[in-house]
């Protein structure tokens, strides 16, 4: 007796573990996003490189929000898998996709995001986050954010 109930736990855990492993996907299955940066301090004018997230979503991309600040120092918030909306998510979208558009973005594998070395150049001195977040077509999601700290260029 004490045998058949030990084989029924053990075969209800095993389908139980089964079923809630097929739930919840696996790592490879959810977006990634690669980003060498995770901080960044430098005087004003001195960034030497861009800031590049290369985003892979074994799906596809359904949404693909930056949050990056605007050379007049505050916040943007963008989704570069929809239409701009208004002249200032037109800039955005020109100045983060490097010549793509939102077409481009929507429902693809592989995108890559960039804050041109030249824009960085031009904020204000201050504190900033540059924030990526990636959702795919079943609802799985990423997200990377890299700290700017920005000072002042006494030269």
């Not at 097929?22 to 301090?41: A, Q, V």
């Not at 001195?46 to 991309?61: K, L, M, W």
């Amino acid at each position: 007796m004490k045998k058949i109930l030990i084989s029924v736990l053990t075969l209800f855990t095993l389908v139980f573990a089964s079923s809630c492993s097929k739930d919840n996907p696996t790592p490879k299955n959810s977006p990634t996003i690669n980003c060498k940066t995770i901080g960044i301090s430098t005087a004003q004018g001195n960034f030497t490189r861009g800031i590049s997230f290369d985003v892979h979503v074994p799906n596809q991309v359904e949404n693909l929000v930056v949050t990056f600040p605007t050379l007049a120092g505050h916040e943007n918030i963008v989704n570069l898998a929809l239409p701009p909306q208004d002249q200032e998510e037109f800039e955005a979208h020109d100045i983060l996709l490097s010549g793509k558009v939102y077409l481009d973005v929507k429902g693809a594998k592989y995108v890559n995001v960039e804050v041109p070395m030249e824009y960085l150049n031009n904020l204000k001195p201050g504190g900033y986050q540059v924030i990526l977040q990636v959702e795919d077509n079943k609802h799985a999601a990423a997200k990377h954010t890299v700290d700017l700290a920005i000072s002042s260029n006494l030269n």
